[in-house]
C-alpha cells in the first residue's frame, strides 16, 4: 500500500470503549488498517492514548492539519506544522502532543479511533464503524475534507 493509496479515517464515540470496540471490529473485517490511535477521555477528563505503528514526519502534519480542521479554535497550519516538528523530533507515530490535543477536544467519558485505512477501504471502514455506534468525522473518501464535514453538518 503506497502512502498516495490511504485516506484518514476518524471516529467518536460516548464512552471510552468505542473506540476499541470499532478497531476490533475494523481488524475481524480484514480492514487493510496502517497505523491506528484510540484516544480516550475518561469522566475524570483525563486523557490516555495508544497507537499501533509509527509515522513519518509528512503524515503526521496531515493528522495535525485534519485535527485542526475538527478542534475548534486551532488553525490547521499550525497543527500540521506543529505535526511534522513533532514527528521529527519526537516521535515517529502520531505526534504524542497532537493525540493529546484531540483527547482534550472531546467530551469527558468518550473516545476517538484515528486511523490510517488503504484507499479502496475507506467507505467500507466508515460503515463499519457506523455500525458500531460510531459518530465518523472524517472518512477520506473525498479529497476535500472540508466538504466532508460540512456534509455531516460540521463547519470545518
Known amino acids: 500500500m503506497t502512502d498516495s493509496a490511504r485516506r484518514i479515517v476518524i471516529a467518536t464515540w460516548t464512552g471510552t470503549s468505542g473506540a476499541e470496540a470499532g478497531f476490533s471490529r475494523l481488524r475481524s473485517a480484514n480492514v ?41 479554535g486551532v488553525g490547521s497550519i499550525t497543527l500540521a506544522a506543529a505535526g511534522a516538528a513533532a514527528a521529527y523530533f519526537i516521535d515517529l507515530g502520531f505526534p504524542d502532543a497532537l493525540l493529546k490535543q484531540i483527547g482534550d477536544g472531546i467530551a469527558a467519558d ?16 466508515a460503515t463499519i464503524l457506523t455500525e458500531q455506534l460510531g459518530t465518523v468525522i472524517s472518512s477520506g473518501a473525498e479529497s476535500d475534507l472540508a466538504a466532508a464535514m460540512s456534509k455531516m453538518g460540521r463547519t470545518a
Open 110 to 125: 468518550s473516545s476517538t479511533l484515528v486511523a490510517l485505512v488503504a484507499a479502496h477501504d475507506a467507505e467500507r471502514a
Open 32 to 72: 487493510s488498517l496502517g497505523n491506528v490511535a484510540i484516544v480516550t477521555r475518561d469522566a475524570s477528563g483525563k486523557v490516555d492514548f495508544r497507537e499501533t505503528d509509527d509515522w513519518g514526519v509528512g503524515k503526521s502534519a496531515m493528522i495535525g492539519a485534519i485535527a485542526g480542521l475538527i478542534l475548534p
